[in-house]
């Protein structure tokens, strides 16, 4: 058993014979379901790798989601004739407030972005600014739900588990699609009527820990509270030696097969989880870059770096959720607060993956539910704005240091390019080579997608 | 065109009767107060937000004042008639002996104690006149409690939609023509500066699509809306302000005073006479709110019919063949007959000891005794019968309903919180799951159980036992997922038909109704007029489903109240002083809201807090008697005033067409045409669905009943018989099934015995090659098809190898001592739970094993000592409980833990980590068929999760207590885990294992209690032990 963490890229030197089994049973395996009983169907592994529709620019991706929503005004939405109508009152929604944040010229792009963001402006030539955002839903509950599943009405499969339908993994000793400091209603990162196998695994609780999120980072299950290695040595044998006598015994040996696969990859994922998950073992240089060690930036960092662990050990979809985004009050203090959070861990997360060579099939995504309002909420405050708002892409087969639609000249509504979620859906699933409109799956008689009836891709933005 | 003009005329009619309806509303209302116990957000919760609303003059506010319910009316008890020895004092027996005749007090006598005490300010032992009128604020203080509960209850919006559609049609032409003259630049720009913030600030409580309850039938937020008016006609006559109502009613001298509390300003008055006389210029484009013409639905309803499942249940008599030596019953007969046709024999029947474990699994999801075993395999008679005594008696025990009962709340998408968005707590569900498990067990008629399902409050009953019974049973209606975050009521109950036609569209028929909501269904002959002829029977009934209003939670509803003459089991008790300290934590709480002062920026945060425990600590004082007891209440339903809906094109509610006149789809509408009458349609909906014409309703039933006894459905989509859904492989023996349902009364266990005396159930489950080569799917059964065990199976077995099992019904639900506070606290509290299991683990095993299990907290009231057991996390849940009023103790708060699976705790989203990993179904969807995945999760849940350690542990302890040899104890731990004794191979490796683990110096558990706790681990973690041959 080595501990080595397994790169995509070693999986080269598995034997044939492992790959073979792993590839027979492991992760994914499906018996038993009374419409896939056929013996042919019995040992297929739904979560091997699978063919895309076309060629994908992104292997993987990354999603950032900045939960209560960032205000696209103050941070990368650049609008002077907001600032110029400072305080101006606009009939029945409000007084306008200029942002109290300044914005400069970034990069050779010369993209505007706020000095909320300084690190991450750095980048700018590497973001795809998308700024003619719009959602339907006004609420945080449901547009959370619509951004992550499609639909604010129905229980369906988040984005994330149809990505990992649509392309299965690459390392089967971890989960395909993992979910850090996941959002609070698992419906965002569940399978829907999908097979169970596609849902997010929870790394952390949102819902404990400190403000922004967090909790304990670590897997159920993935150590033993009382034998020591050795001890579960033998109790592994064990139980994989009654396996293999009861096969014999009996002519049907698919399920035993698979739990004997599924028993082996459990022990396999056990030296390997924390392995991947352990993040003091990177440099401290590196730990530094994503802002390990300082106050601020400590949580977000640790969580960004395990996420560039993850994607680099072969996982398809992570996501990241970071808290507190929702400025009705306070929004200067707070939006500098929760900015300065996120800032540097991001900058550091770009830059250690273009290092790495992964940006570019690495898709990263940063964005909350909706955006917020030009008018104020009482002195210091913006209220919600479902109708215009901005997200960013990076890397991926995104285009770099571009800026793709817009709102009006004060942000109030997308006005340019709009992109609807389903429009932000389909572009994410075509840069993993998937057509939406083909990425289905058969449910109470008809078959669904993630986009239901809707979703147009945003070609332009593709590099 | 006709259509529309007869429903115009009945609306004349009704509105005529409005008046007298009107009066005997008032009367239902304060009769339905008095049934249906009112939840808590009605109090101070809702004033606070709709404080405007509720003072709306023109509005007759219902007077259902509760009468009082404390002993002694409003002045309460005459001192002097307590006072019987005359001494000027109530000492405590005097009191206790009113006590004794209250009610309240009846019950829990220690209740008249504390009050007592409370009262007694000296505490001289005797109450004086003074310390004794105190009582009354006492009860003043649970009066207020119950003042708001009586408040204006919601009501259908759908009634008055409809009338305003039907009026705007009939006046379409008038406004259309003035809303077709151009508006000037001029006129625009007055009316926004001037005009439509006033609307919108003063007006559009009351009058606009947000409005709770629209007022008048006015609506401003649009123009026509001002045009056309409402109940006293147009709002505005363009350039006679004197002639306009929305203009006179600023004065409140012709008309009601608007807004009702206070003139606007002599400009603002001024500014709308100018606006008026400028011609109301109004530059709003409405988009909605006029029939529109639907698209002509193209489904040939006749052509429909032609598939298989729509057309009736033919009753058909079994082939004959004459060498058929192997069948032993006419569903055998049938099987036998694919067989031969796809030239296939059927394998040997399974050995006794495989049959006995697959029949008691299949129907009690438990594993047979080695009592059991010995007795059936040395049973003399012939298997058919041996085996027709073992079948009897599984299903006479009160377990076969646990079992079979979990199936059904499967496809009831059981569960005990909303899911979705906000995710909160269903109290009451487990009444029904606790339902669904006696019907089972008294094999009520299937055609009952759901009559009772979807219309029990609408069914007759001879006793209130019965009447709880129906009353419960509507929980049906009711479990499903919701968003209550949803501030539009009209969405939020045309959400909540849809889910619920969904579920028994699904569920009960095979069918996907609820694809019906925007268009005609894309592939079965269901109109979209199909759907919403049966929404309309859904939003005529009001579902009941709990919530306390917070700043998230804008829908809430009242509970169903059972009847008290019943002796209900207590889920969640408290004493009479907790209930006492309760109501005192809601003064502080109040007083703390009112030192916060108004709401502003800088209190808000503290001020959501403050008012969102203020809510629960109500909500939790109104679920209580003073004497602690819990009020029995349940979810369900009840009709409220009726209401057709119209087609909605794309599901739109801006985008009305047709009213359609509740009823059911037209495919299967079979002789059930007549109109429905004056309730909702539910009763009438029940009727239908249980006619024993119904092609589809016992097909679908004893299609699951196979499904889950062979494997596979006959339809192997259960809840698809569609055409998108499979063909069934034997129509005919489907149809037997059917028809012998029916002719058996509906009787689910009959139905039951049936297939599994038959042969084809009795078949072993090796594979053959060649057989396996012709027909690879087991589509002509050929053989047995093994099963993977569902969850609640494979956690059952492990409680009862181990011993824990208790086989007892726990009363309630981890979730109903929860209460209404957030169902994530459980999950933090069954994370706890772990933790403390496992540091009791080791106590354990250093103590070999005293089985105690120690309290989660240290005491009935939790302090700082939370250190023990998980530090800071742990604290913070306790603050979090007692901010609920809550104060448990690990057994207290779960004691299902050792319980059978179907009782733990269902909330969506977070299901326990035993049943989700194995596959338990996602609760917000109808599942017929669940998934089983062999995955590498199971396989780490089975190697450390805490809870499988710990049965382990106790099996162990237990091998060691009833063997004392080796080859003993390795015989029993096979038989308690797997049925049977070990072969020689397997003791062979069982030595195997004894000697590596001993020789392995390692400090961990080098005892020999480790290694047969690891060993008995090793069995839990075999593909055998899960899987059902």
Known sequence: MGTSIPLATSQSNISRRCMLRSAAAGFGYVAFSGLCGQAARASENVLAPKSTHFEPRAKRVLFLHMSGAPSHVDTFDYKPQLQAADGKQIVGSGRLLGSPFNFKQHGDSGLWISDLFPEVAKHADKLCLLRGMHTDQPAHPQATMQMHTGSAQFVRPSLGAWSLYGLGTENESLPGFICISPPRSAVNYGSGFLPAIYQGTPIGSASRGQRGGGGTLELANISNPRLSRTKQKIQLNLIQSLNNAKMRDHRDDSHVEAVIAANELAFRMQDVVPEVMNVNNESSEIQAQYGIGEQATEQFGRQCLLARRFLESGVRFVEIVHNGWDQHTQLREKHTSQSKAVDRPVAGLLQDLADRGLLKDTLVIWGGEFGRTPTAQGTDGRNHNNKGFTMWMAGGGAKGGFSYGATDDLGSEAVVDKMHIHDLHATILHLLGLDHTRLTYRYAGRDFRLTNVRGNVAEEIIA | ?1029
């Open chain 2, 1 to 1029: 065109m006709r259509k529309l003009a007869r429903r115009t005329a009945s609306t004349g009619r009704s509105r005529r009767l409005t008046n007298s309806v009107g009066m005997l509303v008032l009367g239902t209302v304060a009769l339905v107060t008095t049934v249906i116990a009112q939840p808590p957000q009605r109090d101070s919760q809702s004033e606070r937000f709709n404080r405007q609303d509720a003072s709306s003059p023109n509005v007759r506010r219902p007077q259902t004042q509760r009468p009082p319910q404390q002993p002694g009316g409003r002045r309460g008890p005459n001192f002097r008639f307590l006072d019987t020895n005359r001494d000027g004092g109530v000492d405590k027996r005097e009191f206790s002996r009113f006590a004794a005749r209250s009610p309240q007090f009846s019950k829990q006598p220690q209740a008249a104690d504390v009050v007592f005490r409370r009262l007694d300010a000296d505490e001289d032992g005797s109450l004086d006149a003074g310390e004794f009128a105190k009582i009354g604020q006492l009860r003043q203080r649970s009066q207020q409690n119950n003042r708001w509960r009586s408040n204006r209850p919601r009501t259908n919006p759908f009634p008055e939609l409809v009338r305003l559609l039907e009026r705007n049609s009939s006046q379409t032409a008038a406004s259309e023509a003035a809303s077709a003259q151009p508006v000037s630049v001029e006129g625009a720009e007055f009316f926004e500066a001037k005009i439509q913030p006033v609307l919108e600030k003063r007006c559009y409580n009351c009058h606009s699509s947000a409005s709770p309850k629209l007022r008048g039938g006015l609506r401003v937020d649009m123009k026509h809306g001002l045009l056309t008016g409402g109940d006293s006609g147009p709002a505005v006559v363009p350039g006679e302000p004197n002639e306009s109502p929305l203009y006179l009613s600023l004065f409140g001298d012709e008309y009601s005073q608007m807004p009702p509390k206070d003139h606007l300003s002599d400009s603002v008055m001024d500014d709308f006479k100018r606006w008026i006389e400028m011609g109301a210029p109004d530059p709003r484009k409405d988009s909605m709110l006029f029939l529109q013409e639907a698209a002509k639905s193209e489904i040939d309803i006749e052509k429909g019919r032609e598939h298989w499942s729509f057309q009736d249940v033919r009753d058909v008599l079994p082939p004959h063949s004459s060498d058929d030596e192997w069948s032993l019953t006419d569903i055998d007969r049938f099987v036998w007959d694919g067989l031969v046709k796809a030239d296939l024999q059927p394998v040997a029947d399974a050995d006794r000891r495989t049959l006995l474990r697959r029949v008691t699994f299949d129907l009690v999801g438990l594993p047979p005794t080695p009592d059991d075993i010995e007795a059936f395999v040395s049973d003399s008679q012939s298997t058919d019968a041996a085996l027709a005594v073992v079948v009897d008696r599984l299903l006479d025990s009160p377990q076969f309903g646990e079992r079979w009962g979990r199936h059904w709340l499967d496809v009831a998408r059981f569960a005990e919180s909303s899911g979705k968005d906000i995710n909160f707590s269903y109290p009451n569900a487990w009444r029904y799951r606790d339902y669904v498990i006696d019907a089972l067990n008294d094999d009520k008629p299937y055609d009952d159980f759901l009559r009772e399902q979807i219309a029990g409050d609408l069914l007759d009953a001879s006793n209130d036992a019965e009447r709880a019974e129906h009353l419960i049973a509507t929980g049906y209606l009711a479990v499903g997922t919701r968003s209550p975050n949803e501030s539009d009521l009209k969405k939020f109950l045309l959400e909540n038909a849809d889910e619920q036609i969904d579920a028994l569209s699904r569920g009960v028929m095979g069918l996907t109704i609820a694809c019906a909501r925007c268009h005609d269904h894309k592939f079965d002959p269901i109109r979209q007029s199909d759907y919403y002829a049966l929404a309309g029977i859904f939003t005529s009934t009001e579902t009941l489903f709990g919530g306390v209003r917070g700043p998230q939670i804008r829908q809430s509803t009242q509970f169903v109240s059972l009847p008290t003459s019943l002796d209900f089991a207590d889920p969640a008790p408290m004493t009479a002083e907790a209930y006492v300290d309760l109501q005192g934590r809601l003064e502080d709480l109040r007083s703390e809201m009112r030192e916060l002062g108004p709401r502003n920026g800088e209190n808000q945060r503290q001020f959501m807090r403050t008012s969102i425990r203020i809510s629960q600590t109500e909500a939790r004082i109104a679920s209580y008697n003073p004497d602690g007891s819990s009020k029995p209440r349940t979810m369900g339903a009840h009709d409220w005033q009726p209401s057709d809906l119209p087609l909605l094109v794309y599901g739109e509610l801006d985008q009305p067409a047709e009213i359609v006149p509740r009823g059911f789809p037209e495919i299967l509408r079979g002789d059930h045409t007549s109109e429905i009458g004056r309730g909702s349609g539910r009763l009438e909906l029940a009727e239908w669905i249980t006619d024993p014409n119904h092609p589809l309703t016992s097909r679908v039933m004893v299609n699951r009943i196979w499904q889950k006894l062979l494997g596979r459905g006959i339809v192997p989509t259960p809840d698809d018989f569609g055409t998108t859904g499979k063909a069934p492989t034997h129509p005919e023996l489907l149809d037997h099934l059917a028809s012998r349902f029916i002719e058996d009364g509906w009787s689910t266990k009959q139905m039951i015995r049936e297939i599994v005396l038959s042969r084809v159930y009795r078949l072993s489950s090796e594979n053959h090659a060649k057989y396996a080569e012709l027909d690879p799917d087991n589509q002509w059964l050929w053989r047995h098809r093994p099963k993977r065990l569902e969850a609640e199976a494979i956690r059952d077995a492990m409680l009862f190898a181990s011993g824990d099992l208790r086989l007892e019904r726990p009363v309630g639900s981890a979730m109903a001592r929860l209460g209404s506070a957030p169902p994530q606290l459980l999950q933090s509290l069954l994370a706890g739970k772990d933790k403390l299991l496992d540091s009791s683990m080791r106590s354990e095993t250093e103590t070999q094993n005293r089985g105690g299990r120690r309290p989660f907290f240290g005491g009935r009231r939790p302090s700082g000592r939370a250190g023990a057991f998980g530090g800071r996390a742990a604290g913070g849940m306790l603050r979090q409980l007692q901010q609920f009023g809550i104060s448990v103790t690990a057994d207290s708060l779960f004691p299902e833990q050792y319980h059978r699976s179907v009782y733990l705790p269902v909330v969506r989203g977070q299901v326990d980590e035993s049943l989700a990993a194995f596959d338990f179904p996602d609760p917000a969807l109808v599942t017929g068929q669940r998934d089983a995945t062999t995955v590498a999760t199971q396989s780490l849940y089975s190697l450390n999760d805490a809870f499988v350690i710990q049965q382990s542990e106790k099996l162990a302890s237990r091998l060691s207590k009833h063997a004392s040899t080796f080859d003993e104890r390795i015989d029993l731990v096979f038989e308690w885990t797997l049925a049977r004794k070990p072969n020689a191979r397997e003791l062979q490796l069982a030595k195997t294992f004894f000697r590596d683990w001993t020789r392995d110096a390692g400090t961990d558990r080098s005892t020999v209690a480790g290694a047969w706790a690891a060993f008995s681990q090793s069995l839990f973690s075999t593909a055998e032990f899960r899987q059902l041959d």
